[in-house]
């Protein structure tokens, strides 16, 4: 016996060992993605003060051109920050909440969703990501 060890389960170890690693890359990958969607949502309400038509349409856009599936959220999560806003113009699966700051102050909470798709299983898990933007100040009422 010249090897403490065969080749077989030396292959087994080496494909595990690959298929984990490129596990952790894809989710990695895909995490990446998704945060900069929310990056891109947030900065497209920083920039137009708030959710209105103009900032649907840049979210539209943006969303459109990053390659984020389109559809829509049957319901969004119920969250304690600030009531949910009707995401009826995004065409693509994003939940909005406003909360009411102190001073005239505001800001948005925004939800999106990575989708890992399973081959081997036959199915597709949803898994949420939420950020926050910066605080608005409402110049008028």
Do not use: W
């Not at 952790?24 to 945060?35: N, P, R």
């Amino acid at each position: 016996m010249k090897e403490a060890i065969g080749h077989i389960p030396l292959y087994n170890f080496l494909i595990i060992f690959i298929v984990i690693t490129f596990g952790f890359l894809s989710a990695t990958l895909t995490y990446y993605k998704a945060f900069k969607v929310n990056s891109r949502i947030a900065y497209a309400l920083e920039e137009f003060e708030g959710y209105n038509s103009e900032s649907i349409q840049e979210i539209n856009r943006v969303l459109g051109s990053m390659g984020y599936r389109t559809g829509s959220v049957k319901e969004c999560p119920k969250k304690t920050i600030g009531a949910s806003i009707a995401t009826n113009g995004v065409n693509h699966p994003v939940c909005i909440y406003e909360s009411k700051l102190k001073n005239g102050y505001f800001n948005y909470g925004i939800v999106t969703y990575i989708y890992l798709d399973i081959p081997v299983l036959g199915g597709t898990f949803k898994v949420p990501v939420y950020t926050e933007s910066e605080r608005i100040f409402k110049f008028s009422s």
